[in-house]
C-alpha cells in the first residue's frame, strides 16, 4: 500500500472543496474509499482517535501523512505527528488509532450465560452483514460489557459466543453489534489491519503480511467495511 492518502481542502476564500471524495465511484450509495481532513468540513472525512503528546485522548482529524503509518493530526486544540496503534482508545504519547467495521450485527441481543451476578462469556445473535467472516479472536463492540470483548466461538452464521472480563452483564436486544479491527495503514482505497493473511512478507522472516481490505465511509456491507468518519 503506497503513501498518499488524499486530504480534503476546503478554501477559506470561496468555500471550494478540493479532493472531497477518493473516487467518484459510487458502490451500494456510497463513495469507495475515504479522504483525510478536518472532520468539521462539509461531507465525510476519516475520524482517527488522537494522544498528540501528552495531552488527552481526543477525537481527531488527519491534516497530512508523514509516513505509511504517521500522520499529521489535530484535536481540534493541539497539533503533532502520531503513529497508527492497535488499540481502540491510544494511550501513548503521539500515538493515533482508525477504528475499522468488518461487520455488523443488526437486531443484535447479548445475552450472559447467567441470569444475574457476575459472568464472564455471553450469546450475541443478530442478522450478519458485511464482507468480513465472524471468526474467533475478533473485537466485537456495542455489546454493553466494558473492556475488550471478543469472539471466543462461532456457533452459527448469526450467533456467536462472545468472553469478557468478569462483570455484571446487563442484556442487551435490539441494538447495533460491530466486529472491528484497528488500522495499520491506510490509502485512500484500501485499509490494513495488524492482523495476518497467512501469506509471507517478503524479505521478513517469519512475517506476514496483514489483512487487507476495501473500505468506505458508510456501514459495512457485502462489499466494504467501514473506516471511522466524521
Known amino acids: 500500500m503506497a503513501k498518499g492518502l488524499k486530504i480534503t481542502h476546503t478554501e477559506s476564500a470561496t468555500g471550494i472543496?478540493?479532493?472531497?471524495?477518493?473516487?467518484?465511484?459510487?458502490?451500494?450509495?456510497a463513495f469507495v474509499g475515504g479522504t483525510g481532513g478536518l472532520t468539521?468540513?462539509?461531507?465525510?472525512?476519516?475520524?482517527?482517535r488522537v494522544k498528540v503528546g501528552a495531552n488527552s485522548e481526543a477525537a481527531g482529524s488527519i491534516t497530512s501523512?508523514?509516513?505509511?503509518?504517521?500522520?499529521?493530526v489535530t484535536d481540534g486544540t493541539n497539533a503533532g505527528t502520531c503513529t497508527l496503534v492497535n488499540l481502540a482508545t491510544p494511550t501513548a504519547d503521539n500515538t493515533m488509532s482508525i477504528r475499522v467495521d468488518t461487520a455488523t450485527?443488526?437486531?443484535?441481543?447479548?445475552?450472559?450465560?447467567?441470569?444475574?451476578?457476575?459472568?464472564?462469556s455471553a450469546f450475541v445473535t443478530g442478522t450478519f452483514a458485511g464482507p468480513?467472516?465472524?471468526?474467533?479472536?475478533?473485537?466485537?463492540?456495542?455489546?454493553?460489557?466494558?473492556?475488550?470483548?471478543?469472539?471466543?466461538a462461532v456457533n452459527?452464521?448469526?450467533?456467536?459466543?462472545v468472553g469478557y472480563t468478569?462483570?455484571?452483564?446487563?442484556?442487551?436486544?435490539?441494538?447495533?453489534f460491530y466486529t472491528t479491527v484497528y488500522a495499520s495503514r491506510i490509502s485512500n482505497k484500501s485499509v490494513r489491519d495488524f492482523g495476518t493473511?497467512?501469506?509471507?512478507?517478503?524479505?521478513?522472516?517469519?512475517?506476514?503480511?496483514?489483512?487487507?481490505?476495501?473500505?468506505?465511509?458508510?456501514?459495512?456491507?457485502?462489499?466494504?467495511?467501514?473506516?471511522?468518519?466524521?
Open 17 to 29: 472543496i478540493h479532493d472531497r471524495n477518493a473516487m467518484q465511484q459510487t458502490v451500494n450509495g
Open 40 to 48: 468539521s468540513q462539509t461531507g465525510s472525512q476519516i475520524a482517527p
Open 65 to 72: 501523512q508523514k509516513g505509511s503509518k504517521k500522520f499529521r
Open 105 to 120: 450485527l443488526t437486531a443484535g441481543t447479548a445475552n450472559a450465560y447467567v441470569a444475574s451476578g457476575a459472568s464472564t
Open 132 to 152: 468480513v467472516a465472524l471468526a474467533v479472536g475478533q473485537v466485537v463492540l456495542g455489546t454493553g460489557a466494558t473492556g475488550t470483548v471478543t469472539i471466543t
Open 156 to 161: 452459527t452464521t448469526s450467533n456467536v459466543t
Open 166 to 176: 468478569s462483570q455484571t452483564f446487563a442484556n442487551v436486544a435490539g441494538g447495533t
Open 197 to 230: 493473511n497467512g501469506n509471507p512478507q517478503a524479505g521478513t522472516v517469519g512475517g506476514f503480511n496483514p489483512n487487507e481490505y476495501r473500505y468506505h465511509l458508510a456501514e459495512p456491507d457485502s462489499i466494504f467495511v467501514k473506516v471511522a468518519y466524521a
